[in-house]
């Protein structure tokens, strides 16, 4: 059974960084690509970014590239998401999400080609 937990999510001022944690009960962790997905009020669930199962490809959405950068530790079963220069705009709920590697080649944009997911990370900033 797929478990992911995330965690670091919290409440920051604008141009703060944060780090998002997700761990994955997985026993063959390294052939899956995971992703960070978020959702903010009123909005639908969107792809931040992704991660192939080695770590070699990764994939952004616009609006977070140059701040956000997504990173995965095998060894550990991890997957992090790094935020730097947070703005207000970034609020939402962070989810984790996984599928296996042989289903899509890269790191997959859309939420419905994730299999897992997480319960979510609550991330606040403040402007």
């Known amino acids: 059974q797929v478990q992911l937990v995330e965690s670091g999510g919290g409440l920051v001022q604008a141009g703060d960084s944060l780090k998002l944690s997700c761990a994955a009960s997985i026993a063959t962790f390294s052939t899956y690509t995971m992703g960070w997905f978020r959702r903010a009020p009123g909005k639908e669930r969107e792809f931040v970014a992704g991660?192939?199962?080695?770590?070699?490809?990764?994939n952004y959405a616009d609006s977070v590239k140059g701040r956000f950068t997504i990173a995965r530790d095998n060894a550990k079963k991890m997957v992090y998401l790094q935020m730097n220069n947070l703005k207000p705009e970034d609020t939402a709920v962070y989810y984790c999400a996984a599928v296996r590697s042989s289903r899509w080649l890269g790191a997959p944009s859309g939420p419905g080609m994730y299999d897992y997911w997480g319960q979510g990370t609550q991330v606040t900033v403040s402007s």
């Open positions: 991660v192939n199962s080695n770590g070699g490809t990764t």
